[in-house]
């Protein structure tokens, strides 16, 4: 790990010409130099020739080392770097493994008699339990910070939620929307996937779960019909699934509604409540699916590859259809031959004709979260990337190389994929998606 306070203090007396803002760029292109290159600050530092001390000059050196790959194809990098910000206290502990089983549960008033808790209390016998009138009341006046997200897992709240059930998907400003409407049936997660958004974006206080799933189908009945809806969006739509023993009842619900589908969107392999009932076309199970190698960096605590694609395999022989996101797609070294492992395992495993969907996006986020990234995750890969601010103001790759892999992912598809799979991209722009349309 970069000690940042000494890499300031180094930047500062090299630098000792430049005003406090200049030296703060150049401390973020060092510190991003030193991890992407694996070499000491020293390294770096000494490498700028500082004779004419040109801001422009060292800065555009320094762009020009972090960028390699930018630069060499023309593009332009002229954007403002900020400061690097990283306190060693909010790194996650990756290690043991943990299984879910909270400190403390706290259960809402209105939920107390629920099947939900009377559940915790047997699965959870030395937990501490707790009433309380409300979640909001109860959190409030709680901060929430990255040391506090770190112990998210310690704490559950079975809740009766009374009004926020369904939404349609926020997509970011100028994509193109996939016209997923989620299912707020939990927040939070135990996985530690270094990308993940929720680490930035959710201001739970632990896993919230609702006790009162018979509101959501009430609620449904007057919702838009023929939709794809799911509970993907803020948990993981199944590592929860024996404790709140969602899925065979939302399966039943929608067998009888063969106008609308559902998806369970996870990287478990808790799929045993699901296959305790028949399978049913229009409930589809979905799965992350990235190379082994990626998966082992990046995405701690989640089931292996080989695991997701056998239980894939499962649901597809009990009945259900499936679908996979290669989402986020990260153009690593040797990326390409990676990827076409896990296509080529992905048709080995499961049958061509179940799956309804695939969709492709690449590694996006904001700049806030790339701090807490970089806090949270000394350790992570996936920052060392060419990413620059895109029209939506997040960190993506540029254009040009969406494009390259989008492309190079579409032709492997196309040669195992049923000509009745939907292939789509996520969160991206109308441009993107009209200079590949002829391959979908």
Same mark, same amino acid.
């Given at each position: 790990?970069?000690?940042?306070?000494?890499?300031?203090?180094?930047?500062?007396?090299?630098?000792?010409?430049?005003?406090?803002?200049?030296?703060?760029?150049?401390?973020?292109?060092?510190?991003?130099?030193?991890?992407?290159?694996?070499?000491?600050?020293?390294?770096?530092?000494?490498?700028?020739?500082?004779?004419?001390?040109?801001?422009?000059?060292?800065?555009?050196?320094?762009?020009?080392?972090?960028?390699?790959?930018?630069?060499?194809?023309?593009?332009?990098?002229?954007?403002?770097?900020?400061?690097?910000?990283?306190?060693?206290?909010?790194?996650?502990?990756?290690?043991?493994?943990?299984?879910? !089983?909270?400190?403390?549960?706290?259960?809402?008033?209105?939920?107390?008699?629920?099947?939900?808790?009377?559940?915790?209390?047997?699965?959870?016998?030395?937990?501490?339990?707790?009433?309380?009138?409300?979640?909001?009341?109860?959190?409030?006046?709680?901060?929430?910070?990255?040391?506090?997200?770190?112990?998210?897992?310690?704490?559950?709240?079975?809740?009766?939620?009374?009004?926020?059930? !369904?939404?349609?998907?926020?997509?970011?400003?100028?994509?193109?929307?996939?016209?997923?409407?989620?299912?707020?049936?939990?927040?939070?997660?135990?996985?530690?996937?270094?990308?993940?958004?929720?680490?930035?974006?959710?201001?739970?206080?632990?896993?919230?779960?609702?006790?009162?799933?018979?509101?959501?189908?009430?609620?449904?009945?007057? !919702?838009?019909?023929?939709?794809?809806?799911?509970?993907?969006?803020?948990?993981?739509?199944?590592?929860?699934?024996?404790?709140?023993?969602?899925?065979?009842?939302?399966?039943?619900?929608?067998?009888?509604?063969?106008?609308?589908?559902?998806?369970?969107?996870?990287?478990?392999?808790?799929?045993?409540?699901?296959?305790?009932?028949?399978?049913?076309?229009?409930?589809?199970?979905?799965?992350?699916?990235?190379?082994?190698?990626?998966?082992?960096?990046?995405? %701690?605590?989640?089931?292996?590859?080989?695991?997701?694609?056998?239980?894939?395999?499962?649901?597809?022989? %009990?009945?259900?259809?499936?679908?996979?996101?290669?989402?986020?797609?990260?153009?690593?070294?040797?990326?390409?031959?990676?990827?076409?492992?896990?296509?080529?395992?992905?048709?080995?495993?499961?049958?061509?004709?179940?799956?309804?969907?695939?969709?492709?996006?690449?590694?996006?986020?904001?700049?806030?979260?790339?701090?807490?990234?970089?806090?949270?995750?000394?350790?992570?890969?996936?920052?060392?990337?060419?990413?620059?601010?895109?029209?939506?103001?997040?960190?993506?790759?540029?254009?040009?190389?969406?494009?390259?892999?989008?492309?190079?992912?579409?032709?492997?598809?196309?040669?195992?994929?049923?000509?009745?799979? !939907?292939?789509?991209?996520?969160?991206?722009?109308?441009?993107?998606?009209?200079?590949?349309?002829?391959?979908?």
């Amino acid at each position: 790990m970069i000690d940042t306070d000494l890499l300031r203090e180094k930047v500062s007396i090299r630098f000792s010409f430049f005003g406090v803002n200049k030296q703060q760029e150049l401390s973020r292109l060092v510190f991003e130099i030193t991890l992407r290159e694996q070499v000491k600050v020293e390294a770096v530092l000494l490498s700028i020739p500082i004779e004419q001390k040109s801001f422009p000059r060292i800065k555009e050196a320094l762009v020009r080392r972090r960028f390699t790959d930018l630069t060499a194809r023309g593009i332009l990098v002229e954007e403002s770097f900020s400061m690097v910000d990283i306190d060693p206290a909010n790194t996650v502990l990756l290690q043991p493994a943990p299984s879910f !089983y909270p400190k403390r549960v706290y259960i809402e008033d209105d939920a107390k008699r629920s099947s939900l808790a009377d559940r915790a209390e047997r699965l959870f016998p030395l937990a501490t339990f707790l009433s309380i009138t409300s979640y909001k009341e109860k959190t409030k006046e709680i901060s929430l910070d990255i040391k506090a997200y770190n112990r998210r897992t310690e704490d559950l709240f079975i809740v009766h939620e009374k009004h926020d059930f !369904y939404k349609k998907c926020p997509c970011s400003p100028g994509v193109v929307g996939c016209g997923y409407h989620n299912a707020n049936l939990g927040v939070g997660c135990p996985f530690e996937c270094s990308y993940c958004f929720l680490q930035n974006y959710t201001n739970a206080h632990g896993v919230v779960l609702p006790a009162n799933i018979e509101d959501f189908f009430t609620a449904f009945k007057g !919702y838009d019909q023929g939709v794809r809806v799911g509970s993907g969006e803020l948990t993981d739509s199944l590592v929860f699934d024996h404790i709140t023993e969602f899925s065979p009842r939302i399966v039943e619900f929608f067998r009888s509604r063969p106008k609308s589908i559902f998806e369970f969107k996870t990287k478990s392999i808790n799929i045993e409540k699901l296959l305790s009932l028949q399978g049913v076309s229009n409930i589809v199970v979905s799965w992350s699916l990235n190379p082994q190698v990626f998966i082992d960096r990046e995405e %701690h605590f989640t089931a292996s590859l080989k695991d997701r694609l056998h239980a894939a395999n499962r649901c597809a022989r %009990h009945g259900y259809r499936t679908a996979f996101h290669f989402d986020p797609i990260v153009p690593f070294k040797g990326w390409e031959d990676e990827y076409s492992k896990v296509v080529d395992l992905l048709f080995e495993n499961v049958p061509a004709d179940s799956i309804a969907w695939i969709s492709l996006g690449m590694l996006r986020m904001t700049q806030r979260q790339k701090k807490v990234i970089e806090n949270r995750f000394p350790g992570n890969t996936i920052l060392s990337g060419e990413m620059l601010i895109g029209e939506d103001g997040k960190l993506r790759y540029h254009d040009s190389v969406r494009r390259d892999v989008y492309q190079k992912m579409l032709d492997l598809l196309k040669k195992r994929c049923s000509k009745d799979t !939907y292939v789509y991209l996520c969160m991206e722009s109308r441009s993107i998606w009209d200079v590949l349309k002829t391959a979908f």
